[in-house]
């Protein structure tokens, strides 16, 4: 009997080759959907603060974005708690261009990742 190497470990390999290399970003900006009214809003948070987004208590812990890219594809570690009674809705990574892949599952509301900022968020909660 050969031995044989899986193709997925071929697979594996390719895609921890093509990684990027990531930086943090100072802050970034969420997008809230109010899915009851219909009403949007960006939420802009520096690292390590919390926003009220309706009923929901939204906690940035970092951004990330490709280094030397910070237009680029961002991502970002949520906490997200019920103000109400302090139950944990959603904790982890959301990545802007693939919402759905790790996305919060509410009856009423919906957030997600815009972008990072490079610069501290003048104004917004720390």
């Known amino acids: 009997m050969k031995n044989r190497i899986p193709a997925f470990c071929f697979a594996l390999t390719a ?3 093509s990684a990027q290399e990531a930086s943090l970003g100072a802050g970034g900006v969420l997008r809230g959907l109010d899915k009851v009214n219909g009403n949007l809003s ?3 948070l520096n690292n390590g603060a919390t926003a009220e987004f309706g009923r929901l208590n939204v906690i ?3 951004c990330r974005f490709p280094t030397g890219n910070p237009s680029g594809d961002a991502w970002a570690y949520l906490n997200i708690t019920d103000s109400r009674d302090d139950t944990q809705l959603f904790a982890g990574w959301m990545v802007a261009s ?3 892949l790790n996305a ?3 009856p009423r509301y919906d957030v997600w990742v815009l972008r990072c900022s490079t610069e501290p968020v003048s104004g917004a909660s720390e």
């Open 15 to 17: 895609s921890v080759a």
């Open 42 to 44: 960006d939420i802009e």
């Open 60 to 62: 940035l812990e970092e």
């Open 98 to 100: 693939s919402p759905a």
């Open 104 to 106: 919060l599952d509410h």
